[in-house]
C-alpha cells in the first residue's frame, strides 16, 4: 500500500524546494519554545512500557518527537509526535508522559495509571539555530493550495497538472488519480484516507516530522544552507524514488513558505517527472 503514498505526499516529504528565492533575511517572529529546544539522546535506551526511548526532541515550536524501538520486535523503529508544554523544570508531553532533566539524569512519568518513573543517563544538545532561514524553516506549518504535475509515462511531454485548494487531502487526491488511470484498490483507497497531512515540523536540529489524520508520523532528515536544502526520508515508504534524498531551495514571505519541488518517479514500470507547488502557512 505504501507506494500509493508516494504520489500524494512526495511533496511533503521533500519539503522544501522554491524557484522563488524570496526574503531570506526577512526574519520571522520566533516560534513559541525557541529557547527550549533541545535533543535528549539516551546512552543506554530507557524502557518504557515494552517501549526502548532512543531520544527525546523538544522543538523550537512546541512539538516533542520520541523515537524509540518496542522490545519485543525486531528492532522496528517507531516515533511519537505531539505538542508540549513546560512548567516548574518539567515537559508536559501531551499523550505521553513528562520529563524531567537534572544534569546528565532525565527521569520520564508516563500518564498510564500506576507507571513507574524510570530514569536514564543521556546527553542533552541545546538546539542553536544559525541563521535568518533557519529560524524562519523550524517551526510547525499547515499545507495549503498544492499544485501537483506530472508529465512523461503514459501523460507524454505536455504532462497534466491539477490544483488542490485544501493541502494534501486524500479523498480528492484518490478522485485525481483514478481519473488519470492511476489505479488503486478501495481497500488501499480506504488505507490513504487515514494518510490526509495535519502539520509537517521542521526543527533546528535537523529533523522533519509529518503527522497525519489517522496514520502514524514520518521523520526524516535535512541540512539547509541559506537557500540551499538537503533531505532525506527512508526510501521504504517512498518506493517510487530509488534515493530517499532530494534537495532544492525554499524561500518565506510573512507567515507563509512557498515550495516548488521536483522529483523522478516510477510507476508500472514507467518514469515520470513530477512538480508540486506548496503554500504553507505556520501553524500554532
Known sequence: MKK????????????????????????????????????????????????????IEFTEASRYIVTYTVTKAEGDNNILFG?????????????????????????????????????????ITPTTTSDTPHDNLCRNWKVGKIIIGLSGGSFGAAGIEKVFNNGINMDQICTWMDDNNI?????????????????????????????????????????????????????DDIPFITSGQFTGTVSFEG???????QASMVHNEKTYNATFEMTLTEAI
Open 83 to 123: 505538542s508540549y508544554t513546560y512548567s516548574n523544570g518539567t515537559f508536559h508531553l501531551s499523550g505521553f508522559g513528562h520529563v524531567t532533566i537534572n544534569g546528565t539524569e532525565v527521569t520520564i512519568t508516563t500518564d498510564t495509571t500506576g507507571g513507574s518513573p524510570v530514569t536514564a543517563t543521556a546527553t
Open 183 to 235: 489505479t488503486i484498490s478501495e481497500e488501499n483507497r480506504e488505507t490513504l484516507l487515514k494518510y490526509t497531512v495535519k502539520e509537517v515540523c521542521v526543527t533546528g536540529a535537523g529533523s522533519i516530522a509529518i503527522s497525519f489524520s489517522q496514520a502514524n508520523p514520518f521523520l526524516g532528515r535535512y541540512t539547509l544552507n541559506n537557500s540551499n536544502i538537503s533531505f532525506s526520508f527512508d526510501s
Open 4 to 55: 500509493y503514498i508516494f504520489w500524494a505526499l512526495a511533496a511533503l516529504l521533500m519539503v522544501p524546494v522554491s524557484c522563488n528565492k524570496g526574503n531570506q533575511d526577512n526574519p520571522m517572529d520566533e516560534p513559541a519554545t525557541k529557547d527550549l529546544a533541545q535533543v535528549i539522546t539516551f546512552k543506554t535506551a530507557a524502557t518504557v512500557q515494552a517501549r526502548d526511548i532512543q531520544s
Open 255 to 261: 507567515n507563509t513558505c512557498l515550495v516548488i519541488a
